[in-house]
């Protein structure tokens, strides 16, 4: 059996604080707080959402107990999970901050009872694997906490709701957060470098055994390096074929995907991601189905539709779905003027790189026709086709809604869709079901305010592709 340790051991001075047990497996949390830190914070504290502690540290140390029943009730394992846990100061600023995060401590390939040859578990699972701790010395699963969240430098305003029942409002749900970073302790993880491609010693996870591009039709263990670093960009290709997680689409995920279809000419015919708007009406289907016509105006306006258009660019985009650019004003100006001109929706191509394309803020209760974004690169995809439309005379026609034949979350084949954005983010990339999931996923790279507590269907797929790597 080969071992990989990847974060150092536990402090001498931790010690065992709360642990419990069920009938599927036992997770003890191990306080590694110094004195009147974290855990140990004798700060008093009224109880709320029935989290009955008297004390801050009580109270912190019941929300991560309530994670770890859940995934312990779910879980089975005849050998303790130890989780190692500290409050600390992460990464933050007013306006963002790191929440938290946890991982294996170690990882192991080719031992017996190992599901698959050749491939790195985490520690907690080798345990459960094989029936015994590999490495006694060392806690299964290392977890910190932002310990300044919600001060007036670190996410201003949004501390933690330790409350048990997810009645945070505009609070992070600490237990939601912690049920999530324990998840990744469990497996829900690639070890494999993502950025470079490079497996841990030349081995791949088992995460990488189902991980597949479906633009080369390749699994993540058989690519070479840069295929494997190319493919971590693709967002919307990068999927999951997992048999178990992948039976449990229909189960979970939203009927209808929210899509800009190419419908003609035949040479560019296909579906493009978008990033749905907060404002105007609701994608539907069948949807808006039109011509595409580019804002082309004179200066200042040129593309960017922040003012009325012209009499001759509104007459064509009248009837037509408009395509402007981002800048310069915001997003529900530009469908204003848009609809003012009388186009029946707003496409908007980004001005910077990257994928998939986010939704569109901003609120007019006036805007009634429907707008979605689309990435940089789509944008000048789709310019370059409607220049083609003026010299070929072969206009761009497309449908603006929700794509039934897909769940919010997957692709055509029904196969869970993973994150890969462009660029690359460290440490949510690859690991992480994708922002498409509709309804919202525990393990997606966000702590969304709907998400409960749950890890199984109907309402969640992490355990059901935490058994497709050998849970």
């Known amino acids: 059996m080969k071992r990989f340790t990847l974060n150092a051991a536990a402090a001498a001075a931790a010690c065992l604080f709360a642990s419990s047990a069920w009938a599927a497996a036992t997770i003890v949390i191990v306080n590694?707080?110094?004195?009147?830190?974290?855990?140990?914070?004798?700060?008093?504290?009224?109880?709320?959402?029935?989290?009955?502690?008297?004390?801050?540290?009580?109270?912190?140390?019941?929300?991560?107990?309530?994670?770890?029943?859940?995934?312990?009730?779910?879980?089975?394992?005849?050998?303790?999970?130890?989780?190692?846990?500290?409050?600390?100061?992460?990464?933050?600023?007013?306006?963002?901050?790191?929440?938290?995060?946890?991982?294996?401590?170690?990882?192991?390939?080719?031992?017996?009872?190992?599901?698959?040859?050749?491939?790195?578990?985490?520690?907690?699972q080798t345990a459960k694997l094989t029936g015994s701790d590999p490495d006694s010395s060392v806690a299964d699963i290392r977890a910190r906490f932002n310990i300044n969240l919600g001060k007036s430098n670190c996410l201003a305003g949004s501390p933690f709701y330790l409350g048990l029942d997810a009645n945070h409002g505009t609070a992070v749900d600490l237990v939601t957060v912690l049920t999530h970073e324990f998840g990744h302790g469990l497996g829900f993880q690639t070890y494999t470098n993502g950025s470079t491609g490079a497996q841990l010693g030349g081995v791949p996870s088992v995460w990488d055994f189902y991980l597949k591009d479906s633009t080369t039709n390749k699994l993540w263990k058989d690519m070479t390096d840069p295929e494997r670093a190319a493919s971590s960009l693709k967002s919307g290709k990068l999927v999951w074929t997992g048999p178990i997680a992948n039976s449990y689409v229909g189960t979970v995920l939203q009927q209808g995907a929210p899509a800009l279809t190419l419908i003609s000419p035949a040479s560019i015919a296909g579906s493009m991601l978008v990033g749905s708007a907060s404002f105007g009406p609701a994608l539907s289907s069948p949807g808006r189905t039109g011509e595409i016509m580019p804002v082309v105006d004179t200066a200042p306006n040129l593309g960017l539709a922040c003012g009325p258009l012209s009499a001759l660019n509104a007459a064509a985009v009248n009837g037509k779905i408009a395509l402007v650019d981002r800048g310069a004003c915001a997003f529900t100006i530009k469908a204003k003027a848009l609809q003012d001109a009388g186009a029946i929706g707003m496409i908007v191509a980004d001005n910077v790189p990257g994928s998939p394309p986010p939704g569109l803020g901003g609120s007019d209760p006036s805007v009634t026709i429907p707008a979605v974004r689309i990435s940089q690169d789509d944008g000048i995809a789709l310019k370059a086709a409607l220049a083609k439309r003026t010299r070929l005379h072969s206009n761009v026609f497309a449908n603006l809604g929700v794509n039934l034949a897909l769940r919010a979350g997957a692709d055509a084949a029904g196969r869970l869709q993973m994150f890969a954005p462009n660029p690359y983010q460290p440490g949510s990339s690859v690991s992480h079901f994708d922002v498409s999931a509709f309804p919202n996923l525990l393990m997606e790279p966000a702590i969304n305010n709907d998400l409960t507590h749950e890890v199984t269907p109907p309402f969640d797929l992490s355990f059901p592709l935490l058994r497709d790597v050998g849970w």
């Open 32 to 124: 590694g707080d110094p004195a009147n830190v974290g855990f140990n914070d004798p700060t008093v504290v009224a109880p709320v959402g029935g989290n009955a502690g008297t004390t801050l540290g009580v109270q912190r140390l019941n929300a991560f107990q309530a994670a770890a029943n859940k995934w312990g009730a779910t879980l089975t394992s005849t050998t303790p999970i130890r989780v190692l846990a500290t409050w600390e100061a992460l990464t933050c600023t007013a306006t963002s901050a790191v929440l938290g995060s946890a991982g294996a401590t170690e990882i192991f390939h080719d031992f017996d009872g190992a599901p698959q040859a050749g491939a790195w578990f985490g520690k907690a």
